[in-house]
């Protein structure tokens, strides 16, 4: 995951994000996402995924783990099989993969986490599949479709572009760029004036408070309350596939120091303009 600020932000609007640097980074990513997956899991994953799509439920959760097993999860499972049954199937991409480890019923599990992009006849869907690692069972732990959007990939429905965008999102945009400059504006004023403690103070205006992080994609606003962002803003992309977060902080520092500036240059004056104390000599007996 990337975090970079105000000036690749501003390189990238400038240069725009053109359909062959999209196509460029979308190779990159699934070439090493391909290195990164074993093979044998992928076959297992892609597996499920058919056996779902033909509506072999029975099947399914005979190569399924414990979460899936039971009179309970077929109509889970005959939901999904609904979702993805109208039209043949084009591709299957992997698109994301992890491991992780969590606690299932008292018990540590290892679990490979599969992100596929599924393409049938002019749809495209969005599939997570969990596999139970430990003990070598590679069960299926956990599966979820989500249908996205009907007409486009998911690197072309999260591609970072300006067409049909609206005032939130403009606003959005404005907030991320125009704090840094308004912070480091004030900072090189305090950096400027003649002021007490001054490097202090100029830590205190480069940190933003209170983030907000803003889903370009999808126009949803998310507030981190306790959470500090230098030069007050950012953004973040973790793949081609994902949405751009816009992040922007409240400057409290810049505003602070803007407001009793002129109360800590009379404070300096003063202690400058104070007479030096004279040292006591004392005499010896």
Request: with cysteine.
């Amino acid at each position: 995951m990337r975090a970079i600020l105000l000036f690749p932000l501003v390189a990238l609007l400038l240069s725009g994000c053109t359909q062959p640097d999209e196509s460029r980074l979308e190779e990159e990513h699934l070439a090493y996402v391909q290195k990164l997956i074993p093979p044998s899991k992928d076959a297992a994953a892609r597996h499920f995924i058919d056996l779902i799509r033909i509506g072999d439920i029975g099947h399914a959760q005979q190569i399924a783990g414990a979460p899936l097993q039971g009179e309970g999860a077929i109509p889970a499972l005959r939901n999904l099989h609904d979702i993805i049954s109208q039209g043949e199937l084009l591709q299957v991409v992997p698109i994301g993969y992890q491991k992780k480890d969590i606690n299932y019923r008292q018990q540590e599990i290892h679990l490979d986490d599969f992100t596929y992009q599924l393409h049938l006849d002019g749809r495209w869907y969005y599939a997570e599949v969990v596999l139970d690692s430990s003990q070598n069972s590679n069960a299926v732990f956990g599966f979820h479709i989500t249908w996205f959007n009907g007409f486009e990939s998911m690197a072309a429905f999260n591609r970072f572009a300006f067409v049909g965008r609206t005032w939130r999102d403009w606003s959005a945009l404005s907030l991320t760029i125009l704090i840094p400059i308004f912070i480091i504006a004030t900072a090189a004023v305090c950096g400027l004036s003649p002021v007490g403690r001054k490097w202090l103070w100029i830590v205190f205006i480069l940190i933003g408070v209170v983030q907000f992080r803003y889903d370009w994609t999808h126009a949803v606003v998310d507030v981190k309350p306790f959470s500090l962002l230098l030069l007050g803003a950012g953004y973040q992309r973790e793949n081609v596939y994902s949405p751009l977060i816009l992040q922007w902080a409240l400057p409290v520092g810049a505003f602070i120091f803007l407001i009793y500036r002129r109360k800590l240059i009379e404070a300096r004056t003063r202690e400058a303009r104070k007479p030096p104390k004279k040292k006591r000599s004392s005499r010896a007996n």
